[in-house]
């Protein structure tokens, strides 16, 4: 078998993610991982909206802002590269936090295997239940809370 294709790991390999371009800033969201922890809307509500289309307006605040609230979505399903810089810089050390609902939330330099690739990230929340029909990464089904 095969290796996994690899994510190159400027920014730009994302299946299944949309991306929104502004002055200086490309956000992309990545709809499968997010759990709806909502941090970005209580972090900027004028760049995103769930009410409007396109739903993020990464023109409507400061470039260092958005990437500021964009580094707040735990799972990872917010991701941000500034123009001219490198993208989002990874937390070191790693830190791996069990929540009781039996996800991991990790944050780091990490490497995540699927079952089709292999993808390089800084903010995940992985399956600790194996219930997840989107494994590795946890999908909040409500079958696990029980678990813990």
Known sequence: MSAPPSDPGDGTWRPGSKRYEGAGISVSY????????????????TVFDVERRPWID?????????????????SGALQYHLSGERDEEPSLPTQIQRHSDGSLHIRGDLQITTASHVRRETRVILCGC?????QPFCDHGGRCAHQF
């Open 30 to 45: 990545e709809s499968r991982l997010c759990l709806h922890q909502a941090e970005y809307i209580k972090g900027l509500p």
């Open 58 to 74: 990464a023109g409507a605040e400061p470039a260092n802002d958005i990437a500021e609230v964009v580094r707040r979505c735990p």
């Open 130 to 134: 194996s219930l997840s029909t989107n």
